[in-house]
């Protein structure tokens, strides 16, 4: 330890290095890219799961969407091709039969799926929106971010079909005045007055859902455009343990019990599993970093080895050096030492400027993705993961550094001294 703060060691280090500049960095570069590989793969990883995380921040990570299509396959008594039409029966059905089903909205919609959209007016003002009929449970599964001052459809607003409405942003933009507040206000929605109780600023996550959709109570919805017990389509959100595959084929084998439709049919029922697709996220985030590690550790190890036969040769051009300080009186211990110590520097110098560089380059990538679609936030590295990787090639390269040190302390004095 006493000869590692010695300045002795450290010059005759740097004058090692100095003596072979080109061969010392290129044989650096081994380690330099191994660290920065891992650096960067994992931060690439942890910023694609955080871009990914933040586009759909606002929806249940173990959610799905059913909707009703046609039978492809003739049963009980059917032809091919009968359109199929989810009720609101449906909903207590799946939520009695299927356990891991936590929460489950049915909603309607008209201007989302090629359908005409509704005619909103206010005063002068006028233009065409999605109108969504929703339950509050919705909420639960997908956030809606309610600007102060007001709120979403609640029970009561449900249970008394009342015409009250939560607006987008967008729509406040259009039809009312920059300083007006749409709280209390009322629109004209397809010649049918309703007052505003919302509005809700638009983050991505339904798919198909805009920053002028429109949302009313789902009877409210019902009576103003005559759908009866009908059901768009349903969103669905499994607790965080269950397992969102088996959740989708169990909901589409019940709505098949149902609706009377051959278990065969894989056309009958169609089914967006948002859960999957995470799931997915997550296992490629995590094979991304496995890969990094695997990658980086072998990259770094190769580096090492290089530093080693670097070792190797100046202890080698050392020869008559080593064999004066031992004959001056110099320990093996000491020499074996100042072989090792300069394995570490070397090694470590090289992994902590690939450090340095990983961490620059992914700030970088943040910096130039900021504003855009690309699903990439926020790459960072835990701290624990780069000391481990630093205490790794700390042990590589003490034990790599052992090889050259062995050899130096294995020339005799006598024989060194007789080098030419």
């Not at 051009?317 to 064999?323: D, S, V, Y």
Request: charge should be neutral; charged fraction near 20%.
């Amino acid at each position: 330890m006493r000869q590692l703060f010695d300045s002795n060691t450290w010059q005759e280090i740097f004058q090692s290095i100095s003596r072979n500049k080109v061969r010392t960095f290129l044989t650096m570069i081994g380690v330099f890219v191994g660290i920065y590989i891992y650096i960067g793969l994992s931060g690439a990883s942890k910023g694609l799961d955080n871009g990914f995380e933040r586009e759909f921040e606002s929806v249940a990570m173990n959610s799905m969407f059913a909707w009703a299509q046609s039978t492809s396959i003739p049963y009980g008594g059917y032809k091919t091709g009968r359109q199929l039409q989810l009720k609101l029966s449906d909903v207590q059905t799946l939520q009695n039969r299927i356990p891991e089903i936590q929460y489950i909205a049915p909603r309607n919609a008209r201007g989302v799926f090629g359908d005409t959209a509704a005619t909103v007016v206010r005063g002068l003002k006028s233009g065409n929106y999605a109108i969504y009929g929703d339950y509050p449970v919705f909420t639960r599964i997908a956030t809606k971010k309610i600007y102060d001052g007001g709120r979403f459809i609640n029970d009561e607003d449900v249970e008394q079909s009342r015409k009250v409405c939560v607006i987008g942003e967008r729509t406040q933009s259009e039809l009312f005045e920059k300083d007006e507040d749409p709280i209390g206000g009322y629109i004209r929605l397809d010649n049918v007055y309703f007052q505003i109780v919302g509005v809700h600023k638009f983050t991505p996550g339904g798919g198909f859902e805009s920053d002028g959709d429109i949302y009313i109570p789902f009877t409210t919805f019902k009576k103003l455009y005559n759908t009866g017990d009908d059901v768009s389509w349903l969103t669905i959100a499994a607790y965080d343990d269950a397992d969102v595959v088996k959740v989708e084929e169990d909901v589409k084998t019940i709505l098949k019990s149902i609706h009377r439709v051959d278990p065969k049919d894989e056309r009958a029922f169609g089914s967006f599993n948002l859960g999957e697709i995470f799931n997915r996220i997550v296992g490629f985030a995590n094979g991304l970093t496995f890969l990094s590690l695997i990658v980086g550790i072998a990259t770094i190890l190769a580096g090492v080895i290089g530093i080693g036969n670097i070792l190797l040769i100046s202890v080698k051009e050392r020869t008559r050096e080593l064999g004066v300080r031992r004959a001056l009186g110099a320990t093996p211990a000491e020499v074996r030492n100042q072989i090792i110590i300069e394995s570490l520097f070397l090694t470590l110098l090289a992994g902590i400027i690939g450090v340095i560089v990983g961490a620059l380059t992914l700030k970088g990538i943040d910096l130039a993705t900021q504003g855009t679609d690309f699903p990439y936030t926020n790459p960072t590295v835990p701290i624990p993961y780069v000391i481990g990787a630093l205490a790794l090639m700390v042990v590589l390269g003490t034990l790599i550094g052992l090889i050259p040190a062995q050899r130096a302390v294995s020339i005799r004095p006598i024989d060194a001294l007789r080098e030419e």
